[in-house]
């Protein structure tokens, strides 16, 4: 049997950082990266990404295998040795381009890395995320790199993106590419672009081709969310959890993909491995069932006798993402798939470090899962208690809504669950240097896919009630402390004729206006989306209400939008709201239908309040 087939995009790559951000990378040594681009090639890839010694992260790792820029010129020649382009995501980091000082000392740095590797067949120079340069700096510091490239590589292009520029810097961006600068060879789009990539094209000039730049890496506060999330995951798994996401992943390339010539995906390490592959079996014939690539890839990788079971757990650990978690019993389900797939593999397989990503996954999700309806019940049980204080007293009541709270750290659900998830990280350690962990195994901060650091965080208001009644437990007057507990049980009643929305939490949100949705929106341009304020390890967010945790919210200038029908015209609404969020920095303006002000612009209070 002879099948021949041609790529469909002439650019199918990944990147692949050598930086102490990524969550395996940094701990790879040069046979480990041929191993990894070989496979990716397999699938259909045909170039690779790096990152120059300096760039938004650490000077070094404790992983090191090779100072930095060494590592780079390995990876350089064993792409040379495939025949694969090698691409270079170049931040200009300093603060003022237009000093003629600091010109010259982007160019004898730059350089170096240029006379360094033996293969270099395009910059990409992102305008920002990391970097604030204004256009037409930043384009006359390229022109200029550009000659110095093309001393040691006279072929090599270079390519610019107008990540987080503002509209101004955008008008500015467009009028340059329109005079047609000769040593520019293409432009990139990619996150915090301020427009759709539609529009994006129709805008560029037609000479210049455009190289997509997807986030396949982050699940949280990036260019395509995990729709509707839900924020037990988001608080637990993170923003860089493995997140094989393969039919989202497609619809995202499939929405977009005649505007652009290709892709080089934006990476973060080896959680969203399987996200690569789907991208460069797409790249290559985008009419292939996102299955069948998975069935090849377990094939390949897995056991070729597993190859559809472990597709099909794959598409499941997507699923278990969808809609909120308490209701989604499919993830049971899911770690019931991989627990019979685990029981009958070979011991070569259980060492597969693909296979123990997707292991840990299914754990996790199950054992927080669990967690969740624990907690939530427990919460239910606190309350009723605290509805008990009128005939008991305040103190009794709220020592017993206490320890009932507690028993999510005195006798916590699916232990067993949890100690497989931590089995998993070693085994994860040890295969593939993956960090799981900041103390165990140096991973640079919990949100940088260290989410084995986050796995017993609070799944309900266990920390914020506990504050409160300690408060509580400090006044002296009977009447106050029942007054306190009568605001707590009442926290979300709005009263008779009234509503309460939760727009960050997915069952309590009737009124807000979605917009688009992932499926025709997946960057949420004209779509409202969930946020989450918690990062990390919490902090002091580990003390507000759960539902300060997640919030609605929408990108750029388009404004959060809630529709609210059948109201009474005859009576007087008050509104009493809470303005959370990600980031402090823009202001907000409330206003009822097209005219009508309730607050000029104001920023938010810090710390949150209603």
Request: glycine share 6%.
């Amino acid at each position: 049997l002879q099948i021949s087939s041609a790529p469909r995009y002439p650019l199918r790559g990944h990147q692949l950082g050598y930086r102490p951000k990524v969550n395996a990378y940094d701990g790879w040594t040069p046979a480990q990266f041929e191993q990894y681009i070989r496979d990716l090639a397999v699938f259909g890839a045909n170039a690779i990404e790096l990152i120059p010694p300096r760039s938004d992260d650490d000077a070094d790792s404790p992983h090191f295998m090779l100072p930095k820029l060494d590592m780079m010129v390995e990876v350089s020649k064993i792409c040379d040795q495939y025949g694969m382009d090698v691409w270079i995501w170049f931040p200009a980091m300093d603060k003022d381009y237009s000093n003629a000082a600091t010109v010259d000392f982007a160019l004898k740095e730059w350089d170096e890395v240029y006379r360094r590797l033996p293969r270099i067949d395009a910059i990409f120079v992102p305008g920002g995320d990391p970097g604030h340069t204004r256009p037409r700096y930043l384009m006359a510091l390229l022109e200029k790199q550009t000659q110095l490239l093309h001393k040691t590589h006279p072929k090599a292009q270079m390519w610019v993106s107008p990540q987080s520029f503002s509209t101004e810097w955008m008008d500015e961006w467009f009028q340059l590419l329109n005079r047609g600068p000769e040593w520019l060879s293409g432009v990139v789009y990619g996150p915090q672009v301020r427009i759709p990539l539609p529009e994006f094209r129709a805008k560029v000039p037609a000479r210049y081709p455009i190289r997509r730049y997807p986030d396949i890496t982050h699940s949280r506060q990036c260019q395509y969310p995990v729709p509707d999330w839900d924020v037990a995951f988001a608080t637990t798994e993170g923003r860089e959890v493995i997140n094989p996401r393969p039919t989202q992943e497609a619809q995202i390339f499939h929405l977009y993909e005649k505007y652009a010539n290709g892709f080089l995906t934006y990476s973060e390490g080896v959680n969203d491995d399987v996200n690569k592959f789907v991208w460069s079996g797409l790249g290559w014939n985008p009419d292939t069932p996102v299955v069948e690539i998975l069935r090849d890839f377990g094939r390949y990788f897995i056991d070729w006798r597993m190859a559809d079971g472990f597709a099909q757990g794959l598409l499941s650990l997507e699923r278990n993402w969808e809609g909120p978690l308490a209701t989604n019993t499919a993830v049971d389900t899911t770690l019931q798939q991989f627990q019979s797939m685990e029981r009958s593999a070979s011991p070569q397989v259980l060492e597969n470090w693909r296979f123990q990503q997707a292991l840990y996954r299914a754990y996790y999700d199950f054992y927080t899962r669990a967690r969740l309806l624990y907690e939530t019940q427990l919460e239910s049980a606190a309350l009723e208690k605290l509805r008990s204080a009128p005939r008991v007293s305040a103190i009794l009541a709220t020592g017993e809504a206490e320890t009932i709270l507690n028993r999510a750290l005195t006798d916590p659900p699916a232990q067993w669950a949890r100690a497989r998830v931590f089995e998993m990280a070693e085994a994860l350690f040890q295969s593939i240097r993956a960090q799981l962990s900041v103390p165990r195994y140096k991973a640079e901060a919990p949100e940088r896919g260290a989410n084995l650091d986050m796995i017993d965080v609070p799944l309900n208001n266990r920390g914020w009630l506990n504050m409160r009644f300690a408060a509580i437990r400090k006044m002296e007057d009977e009447r106050d402390r029942l007054k306190a507990i009568d605001e707590i049980v009442n926290w979300t009643n709005p009263g008779p004729g009234g509503f309460y929305d939760d727009l960050g939490d997915l069952t309590c949100q009737p009124h807000l206006v979605r917009g688009l949705g992932f499926h025709q929106d997946p960057a949420n341009f004209q779509s409202s989306l969930v946020g989450f304020a918690f990062r990390g390890s919490g902090g002091a967010m580990l003390q507000a209400p759960r539902s300060w945790w997640s919030h609605a919210e929408t990108l750029y200038d388009a404004p959060l939008q809630m529709s609210y029908r059948d109201l009474d015209p005859n009576a007087q609404y008050k509104i009493r709201v809470v303005y959370a969020g990600d980031s402090t920095g823009p202001k907000i303006r409330l206003t009822a239908g097209a005219d009508i002000e309730i607050h000029p612009l104001m920023q938010r209070p810090i710390p949150f309040r209603p």
